[in-house]
């Protein structure tokens, strides 16, 4: 079956982590993929996680199949901490949500649920963005295209060519955005830009799909949900993928949510009954134990108090760490102004690094950067954060 087919390319992010394991240099260090690192460059089990599979152990009656769309009290977590105490969302029914492994299951579950019904429509996708999502979407048979985001001589939003783009994107058709701290980029919407890309939505009548994915790495967790409540207060059918993997450190748990939100409860309710039709023939129904974990820490004010402490302190290390980048490319001379990276938002910086710095960095000092410069600023530590900066240091000046 394959002797005429030849192999397909490394992942360009977890490609990097296997290079990353073979690599035999003592003094390297893996800025590759977004998970998140300790100051010991470790990534650690939350302690309400671990407290909550502790009581798991205890109090876990059966491993019986769950619901197509997950356990009833996870997903109503999902939407309360989407929407926020009080959403009218929530009060008039008008958001369905099903478990999703993870993040990506979520998008690629949205993805073949519009195409059902929308099969000509485009996915309009920013550049840059996240690798894998014109994989998910090319995969969901969608006609891709792309909408300007970044200005790469202000480092900053482009605005301006964002919202012109948007203008003339069909009824339809949709529009994904990333919900906060836009991967790669760490440039975020403000309030009132998002709630003009929201209203323009609805006027124009192309459906907005937001990736969710770093909830509480950009303000906090509740003021990372401007852009839901944007979609929200326009009475417009969207959709959102949302994911703990980040936020609660549980990436190989695969706990993430598709949450369809339409203009009514009943528009709702057949959506449900269509997102589980997709569930089912993709995966049946979800794997438990994070969203078991989830629901156990959310549901209880003193673990969700400890996990909101426990991720206000990743977010802190990470500031901490994109100042001593800033601080020591300045001091070792190395030219140009890298003050941006401390404006960025989230887990990455979009170091400006070109794909010739980023390979001679790999090759030459065992560092490894996603194509395109994305930095995970919290793989950086007190530990290997001089050597990063000479490294750096050295590529700009050789
Ligand atoms: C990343 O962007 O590095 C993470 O979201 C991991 C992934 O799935 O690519």
Redesign the pocket.
């Known amino acids: 079956m394959w002797k005429s087919i030849s192999a397909a390319a490394p992942?360009s992010?977890?490609g990097l982590t296997e290079a990353f394991k073979q690599d035999s240099n003592p003094n390297k260090v893996n800025l590759?993929?977004?998970?998140y690192k300790d100051n010991r460059g470790v990534t650690p089990i939350l302690d309400c996680v671990k407290e909550a599979e502790r009581r798991l152990l205890d109090e876990e009656q059966t491993k019986s199949y769950l619901p197509i769309s997950g356990d009833p009290l996870y997903t109503s977590c999902v939407q309360q901490l989407l929407f926020g105490e009080g959403s009218e969302v929530i009060s008039s029914s008008r958001a369905v949500t099903a478990h999703a492994p993870?993040?990506?299951g979520a998008l690629r579950i949205g993805g073949e649920l519009i195409q059902k019904f929308n099969p000509g429509a485009t996915m309009w996708i920013s550049f840059p963005t996240?690798?894998?999502h014109n994989g998910i979407f090319g995969a969901a048979r969608f006609n891709l295209k792309s909408y300007p985001y970044y200005n790469s001589d202000t480092k900053g939003l482009n605005y301006d060519e964002l919202i012109a783009t948007l203008k003339q994107v069909p009824a339809g058709d949709v529009v994904l955005l990333h919900g906060c701290c836009h991967?790669?980029t760490g440039v975020d919407l403000n309030k009132e830009q998002w709630s003009e890309v929201a209203a323009l939505a609805s006027e124009r009548g192309w459906i907005g799909f937001l990736d969710f994915?770093y909830q509480g790495f950009g303000d906090s967790v509740d003021g990372d949900r401007i852009s839901v409540e944007a979609f929200a207060a326009t009475g417009a059918d969207f959709f959102v993928a949302s994911?703990f993997?980040?936020n609660f450190g549980l990436?190989n748990e695969r706990t993430g949510a598709i949450t369809v939100v339409s203009p009514s409860g009943q528009e709702a309710a057949v959506a449900k009954s269509h997102l589980d039709l997709t569930v089912r023939v993709c995966y049946s129904n979800p794997p438990a134990h994070g969203g078991l974990i989830v629901k156990t820490v959310l549901s209880d004010p003193d673990l969700e108090q400890n996990w909101r402490r426990q991720l206000e302190q990743m977010c802190k290390r990470i500031i901490s760490m994109r100042s001593a980048l800033v601080e020591g490319l300045a001091s070792r001379g190395v030219d140009g102004d890298f003050s941006y990276i401390k404006e960025q938002r989230g887990?990455?910086s979009f170091s400006g690094l070109s794909d010739e710095t980023v390979a001679w960095l790999k090759a030459n000092k065992g560092i490894y950067v996603?194509g395109g410069g994305?930095i995970?600023v919290a793989g950086l530590t007190t530990g290997n954060i001089d050597y990063v900066c000479d490294s750096i240091a050295e590529a700009l000046k050789s």
């Open positions: 992942d992010i977890f590759g993929a977004g998970v993870g993040g990506t996240w690798a894998n991967n790669p994915a994911s993997s980040k990436y887990m990455f996603v994305r995970n």
